[in-house]
């Protein structure tokens, strides 16, 4: 069974800085891509960090050059590294992996919606 657990969530003032830590168990590092996610009050939750098989990071506008997306494989552990934080930064962060096609074991499309293995979730508050 494929659990992710995030960690590292909290609030910082803007400008500040977090690290965000996904461990995942049951879940092969290296099959699919892995991704993060966040989710504004009220809203659905949005794609804005992928990190493909071959190491290719993809990045939102909203966060490109100030977040880092990493892994670990040895800790079975994805990162999202979080610099220069706004305030419209608040959110509840996921980090995502997808399923994969039952017969040919095709990894579903982080892009396309999945469907995905999600985590608890992480708040991130940013404050001014």
């Known amino acids: 069974q494929v659990q992710l657990a995030e960690s590292g969530g909290g609030s910082v003032q803007a400008g500040g800085s977090l690290k965000l830590s996904c461990v995942a168990s049951?879940?092969?590092?290296?099959?699919?891509?892995m991704g993060w996610y966040r989710q504004f009050p009220g809203r659905e939750r949005v794609l804005f960090s992928t990190?493909?098989?071959?190491?290719?990071?993809w990045y939102s506008d909203s966060v490109k050059g100030r977040f880092t997306i990493s892994v670990d494989r040895a800790k079975n552990t994805l990162y999202l590294e979080m610099n220069s934080l706004k305030t419209e930064d608040t959110a509840v962060y996921f980090c995502?992996?997808?399923?994969?096609?039952?017969?040919?074991?095709?990894?579903?499309?982080?892009?396309?919606?999945?469907?995905?293995?999600w985590g608890q979730g992480a708040q991130v508050t940013v404050s001014s």
């Open positions: 995502a992996a997808p399923t994969q096609r039952q017969g040919n074991g095709a990894c579903y499309s982080l892009q396309e919606g999945g469907p995905n293995y």
């Open positions: 990190l493909s098989t071959d190491g290719t990071a």
């Open positions: 049951g879940y092969i590092f290296g099959v699919c891509e």
